[in-house]
């Protein structure tokens, strides 16, 4: 009997849990492996929000088309494959969409402004340069 769980797949930073960030075969058998929920039943897992109403079936459907846009401008989306004409999920996708959301990877951090003496150094240096090939 074969294996029905498949090992971690690695996940792209670009658009973590995308169908193009991984071979679509291995996103139907992970789906698969995980246990395929419709999306109504994805938005049952994320609970209820405003004034006590359910999170609507098109939101996750959303989320896998369309995506969710971090603040460091990166766009993850919710992974799903189509199962008989029906768009279907995992709970542990949900989890890793979810997971993805939460820490951004931190800016990179500014370039040091150079002080007024490297500046003058390396406008000296410059100016050496451009005299030994001759430019004035």
């Not at 098109?58 to 199962?83: M, Y």
């Not at 709970?91 to 003496?117: E, G, H, V």
Request: aromatic share 2%.
């Amino acid at each position: 009997m074969p294996d029905l769980v498949s090992p971690p797949l690695q996940q792209n930073h670009e658009s973590p849990g995308h169908p193009t960030d991984q071979g679509p075969v291995d996103l139907v058998e992970r789906i698969l492996a995980e246990g395929p929920l419709g999306m109504s039943a994805i938005a049952r897992l994320c609970g209820k929000y405003r004034n006590g109403a359910a999170t609507h079936p098109s939101t996750p459907k959303r989320w896998h088309s369309k995506g969710v846009t971090l603040t460091d401008g990166r766009v993850i989306k919710l992974d799903a494959v189509r199962l008989n004409g029906r768009l279907v999920s995992s709970r542990a996708a949900l989890l890793r969409f979810i997971r993805a959301q939460q820490n951004p990877p931190p800016a990179p951090p500014a370039p040091a402004t150079p002080t007024p003496t490297a500046r003058e150094r390396a406008a000296a240096a410059a100016s050496a340069e451009l005299d030994s090939l001759g430019v004035k």
